[in-house]
Each structure stands twice: as structure tokens, then as C-alpha cells.
């Protein structure tokens, strides 16, 4: 039977009892439906995991004793950041939902002249937490012992100039490919545009900051479909499966 697995942000100490916080009891509750004396894995991002049981499930709270650690991760040897142009609709949630699952280290929601969507102030701060509480659910659901952030929505031109590592942006006219290119200090940062792709004047900017315009194939893919094509390639390349080490 598989054990159910939780995030919590609180600090843990191996064979103390803790008190979930509202969101994390109400989850235990009335989504796992767990009881008294039943097992649940617990993480807090910081590495590793603990097994715990359920002391106590009541209106008021909900008591989880932690019976032992495992220093465990399944976390890739290359950090991968992703910029991704905001998209409509359930495609954004979507994405980073399987960012995270492939491994995705950090997110930043990008506006661009095509966005579709345009989030200022608290609509946009909404939907951030909106994007961190999918992020957490996979990582859940993933296994990973550390939680990938989702960053506030920031302007193109501000982030481009922020990155390191090796940078590429998603071109389906690009003419160079990822074979041509290795990564830079075991980081890679991807750029991936919103549903109309890139302007001109941002395909120019990212360029003028470092990013290489690179294409995933011959067919023009989707904005959802560019991103993860593209994490899962790099992560074969250089990341899970590309480790001279990897098993």
C-alpha cells in the first residue's frame, strides 16, 4: 500500500510529535482521509523525509509523531530554471505541474508583448500562490524531498538579464540544437515563450543577454509542449540520465 506523502513548512525533529498548521490538517482530513495510527510521509523542502503516524485527527487538529528519517532525494545533478511565458487557462497549471515532476529546480511566470493573460497586483499575486500550491502538490506526488520554487510574475526584459549558466530560449526557426551545446557549471535556464511565441524586439533582447535561440524538432510545439520537451531533454543529456555517474 503506498503511504501518503505531505509537505509541511515547519521545521522537523526525528521522534517529536507536531501539530499540522490549517491548510496541512484540513488536507490530512478531508483529501487523504487518514486516521488515527495510520502512516504518512512528511518533508519540509530541506532535504530528506520522515515517516510518521497519525496520533491524533479531530476538528481542532491534527497530531503527527515522527517515527524515523531517510536521507533520501531524487533530485537532478543539473539545476534547471525555467522563465515561461504566461499562457491561458489550465495550460499554465499544466506546466508547471510537469515541470516539477521533471525536476524543474525554479519557475519565474514571465509577461511578454503576446501574453494573453496580463497579471498585475493582486490578480497576479492570486495566481502565483495559485501555481506554488500546484508545485507542491506534485512534488508530493513526484517523490522529491526538495520543493521547486515558483517565483512572482516578473517583466521579460528584467529576468533575461538576471540569468546565468548555459541560456536558451525555444525557437522553432532556430537552426542549432541541444547536441551542439554543453551546459555551463551544471546549470541550464530555459526561455519559453507564451501562445504567440517571442516578438522580434524580445527574440532580440534575449539574445543581446546571452540566451541561445534553440529548436526541439522539425514541428512547431505548443507553448506547454516546447517547455517540457525541453526539460526532459536536457535532463536526458545532462541531468537524470546524462550523468557519466548515473546508474
Known amino acids: 500500500m503506498r503511504v501518503s506523502r505531505l509537505y509541511v513548512a515547519m521545521p522537523l525533529v ?16 478531508t483529501v487523504l482521509r487518514l486516521k488515527k495510527t495510520q502512516t504518512i510521509t512528511l518533508f519540509n523542502g530541506e532535504g530528506g523525509e520522515y515517516q510518521g503516524k497519525v496520533v491524533e485527527v479531530s476538528r481542532k487538529r491534527v497530531l503527527i509523531e515522527l517515527l524515523s528519517f531517510t536521507n533520501r532525494s531524487v533530485e537532478s545533478g543539473l539545476h534547471v530554471i525555467l522563465g515561461l511565458g504566461v499562457s491561458r487557462g489550465d495550460r499554465m497549471d499544466f506546466s ?5 515532476e521533471l525536476g524543474i529546480a525554479k519557475i519565474t511566470p514571465l509577461q511578454t508583448e503576446r501574453c494573453v493573460v496580463q497579471l498585475k497586483a493582486e490578480k497576479g499575486q492570486n495566481k502565483v500562490r495559485h501555481w506554488q500550491k500546484i508545485a ?12 521547486p520554487t515558483v517565483e512572482a510574475v516578473e517583466n521579460i526584459e528584467a529576468w533575461v538579464k ?28 530555459l526561455l519559453a515563450g507564451p501562445e504567440g511565441g517571442f516578438s522580434e524586439q524580445e527574440r532580440e533582447m534575449a539574445k ?14 505548443r507553448t506547454e509542449t516546447a517547455a517540457l520537451t525541453a526539460i526532459t531533454a536536457v535532463q536526458v543529456l545532462w541531468g537524470d540520465l546524462g550523468r557519466e555517474d548515473a546508474e
Do not use: C, N, W
Open 136 to 147: 507542491q502538490h506534485a512534488t508530493e506526488q513526484s517523490g522529491r524531498t526538495f520543493r
Open 208 to 221: 543581446q543577454a546571452g540566451f541561445i535561440p534553440v529548436q526541439m524538432g522539425p514541428r512547431i510545439l
Open 14 to 29: 526525528l521522534h517529536e510529535t507536531i501539530e499540522l498548521d490549517e491548510d496541512s490538517a484540513h488536507y490530512l482530513r
Open 162 to 189: 538576471q540569468q546565468t549558466g548555459l541560456k536558451l530560449f525555444l525557437d522553432p526557426f532556430a537552426t542549432r540544437t541541444l547536441k551542439q551545446l554543453q551546459p555551463e557549471g551544471r546549470q541550464v535556464t
Open 96 to 100: 508547471v505541474q510537469k515541470s516539477v
